[in-house]
């Protein structure tokens, strides 16, 4: 039998002293909702339903953006978790199947433990876990394969506090009973609201059977209530993304600093080099090394490639074979064929290079084409702006661009031909043709001296050291 979830992501989260709502904080460049509905999703639920509440537009319009199957219902005040559960019944009126109950703010929580909610039989099923440490949590009384009560900690007698199975706030039900108790459950208590596990006691009473299951990994059941929290849960899930990488056959060196966000792919044969941050939906294809203190972002690496130390990219594609680095800036649109490569200090942005061709340092090449073997001297630049547009440098096959030449856009240059260096080229230039864009150089014999003495002139007068101004 399926089942459908409910995901509680009302609450404001007051303790992230933020005015952003605690489920769409980020780990590893994704909201917590997303991994909490993803995992839901990937347990196989057949339909997700966030209970939203404060700040609702911008959880309704981070879900419509990345999950437009899931539905939403508002909680408008925030009166506990059974309360918010309740808001529910409209959409769950006919169904008669299990019904999961998740936090927003489990980040790391698993599909395993969803399911094993899910099918475990019985009328209420809690998802336990076991700590050396369980102080804060509510702790699971139970009689065999039974659960007796869960007591909140301030509740617990001394014999209770000693337990150290806890319940992590995790349920399934079945759906028919699971609303009739909500209806008998009251607000008696120091907060003033309705407590979803107090349906325990009214399955009780009916009769219902109420089971634990106990989690294998009590990180996955994890509650991120502020801002240090956050931090542990996004180093747990780096640890779970470098780990899978490296079982599926990636060599990470340094794993403790290497950051992957979850949409990242990394092929078998790939070999990163901690620190390194990949973000995004980055590809990188087998065979490649990514060296070390690297920010990649929505960019594809193909297959051989060499990305070396200190590099930045973004929206970049480098193909196989292609090379940058170290210290390149590779731009959204920059396009590196197969054996291309940028260098040291040189920035891109919607420059294709084509196959063989390279500049190998200190160059700005943008919206641009290079050809197929030309090779850019350094402190090139391509001019592209000029002050209202954007225009297209396109430099032609097996060109030799001398160093500190300068492209004043919109230019092209023929294939074959050579720029001297220092040039200004404002014109294009044809095929096989050598661009001399500089202009001539006169030497005047002696005056070096002269000039130097103007100068030391200048700066006495300017620190008041002329004996005639201070007379």
């Known amino acids: 039998m399926g089942f459908k979830t409910v995901v509680l992501a009302?609450?404001?989260?007051?303790?992230?002293?933020?005015?952003?709502?605690?489920?769409?904080?980020?780990?590893?460049?994704?909201?917590?909702?997303w991994y909490v509905v993803k995992a839901a999703l990937e347990a196989g639920s057949e339909e997700v339903i966030v209970v939203v509440g404060h700040k609702r537009e911008l959880v309704e319009e981070f879900l419509r953006e990345n999950f437009p199957q899931v539905k939403t219902v508002y909680q408008s005040r925030q009166l506990g978790t059974g309360h918010a559960v309740a808001q529910c019944r409209e959409l769950l009126e006919n169904y008669s199947g299990k019904v999961v109950v998740l936090n927003g703010d489990t980040p790391l929580v698993r599909p395993e433990d969803i399911k094993a909610v899910a099918s475990t039989p019985g009328d209420m099923v809690v998802l336990?876990?076991?700590?050396?440490?369980?102080?804060?949590?509510?702790?699971?009384?139970?009689?065999?394969?039974?659960?007796?009560?869960?007591?909140?900690?301030?509740?617990?007698?001394?014999?209770?506090?000693?337990?150290?199975?806890?319940?992590?706030?995790?349920?399934?039900?079945?759906?028919?009973?699971?609303?009739?108790?909500?209806?008998?459950?009251?607000?008696?208590?120091?907060?003033?609201?309705?407590?979803?596990?107090?349906?325990?006691?009214v399955f009780q009473k009916e009769g219902l059977s109420v089971v634990p299951v106990l989690t294998s990994d009590f990180e996955s059941v994890m509650g991120v209530n502020n801002r240090h929290q956050l931090?542990?849960?996004?180093?747990?899930?780096?640890?779970?993304i470098v780990k899978e990488l490296q079982l599926s056959g990636v060599t990470v060196h340094n794993p403790q600093t290497v950051y992957v966000e979850p949409d990242v792919t990394v092929e078998p044969d790939v070999e990163l080099f901690g620190p390194l941050y990949l973000r995004g939906k980055t590809v990188i294809k087998k065979g490649t090394v990514v060296g070390p203190f690297c920010d990649i972002?929505?960019?594809?690496?193909g297959e051989?490639?060499?990305?070396?130390?200190?590099?930045?990219?973004?929206?970049?594609?480098?193909?196989?074979?292609?090379?940058?680095?170290?210290?390149?800036?590779?731009?959204?649109?920059?396009?590196?064929?197969?054996?291309?490569?940028?260098?040291?200090?040189?920035?891109?942005?919607?420059?294709?290079?084509?196959e063989g061709a390279k500049a190998n340092h200190l160059t700005y090449l943008g919206d641009c084409t290079v050809g197929e073997n030309t090779n850019v001297g350094a402190g090139t630049i391509t001019c592209n702006y000029d002050g209202f547009a954007k225009w297209r440098t396109e430099i032609g096959r097996n060109v030799f661009v001398g160093s500190n030449t300068l492209f004043i856009a919109p230019v092209k240059v023929g294939d074959g031909a050579i720029t001297a260096a220092g040039s200004v080229i404002t014109r294009d230039v044809p095929d096989n043709a050598l661009a001399v864009a500089r202009s001539k150089q006169v030497n005047y014999p002696g005056k070096a001296e002269s000039v130097r003495e103007k100068a030391r002139k200048r700066a006495e007068e300017a620190r008041g050291d002329n004996p005639r101004q201070n007379s």
């Open 10 to 33: 009302a609450g404001k989260g007051t303790r992230f002293k933020s005015e952003l709502p605690k489920v769409l904080h980020p780990i590893l460049g994704k909201p917590m909702l």
């Open 128 to 201: 336990t876990a076991k700590t050396e440490d369980p102080t804060g949590y509510g702790r699971v009384v139970r009689d065999g394969n039974a659960v007796l009560k869960i007591v909140e900690e301030k509740d617990a007698t001394p014999e209770e506090r000693l337990i150290t199975e806890i319940n992590t706030g995790i349920y399934a039900f079945s759906a028919e009973p699971l609303f009739r108790a909500l209806e008998q459950i009251d607000n008696n208590n120091a907060q003033g609201e309705y407590y979803l596990p107090d349906v325990l006691k």
């Open 231 to 240: 931090a542990a849960a996004e180093s747990v899930m780096r640890d779970r």
């Open 297 to 301: 972002r929505d960019s594809f690496i």
């Open 304 to 354: 051989g490639c060499t990305v070396e130390s200190h590099c930045w990219m973004s929206g970049a594609t480098l193909k196989g074979g292609a090379s940058c680095g170290p210290f390149s800036r590779l731009r959204e649109g920059t396009v590196l064929e197969g054996g291309s490569r940028v260098g040291s200090f040189v920035e891109t942005k919607k420059a294709h290079l084509k």
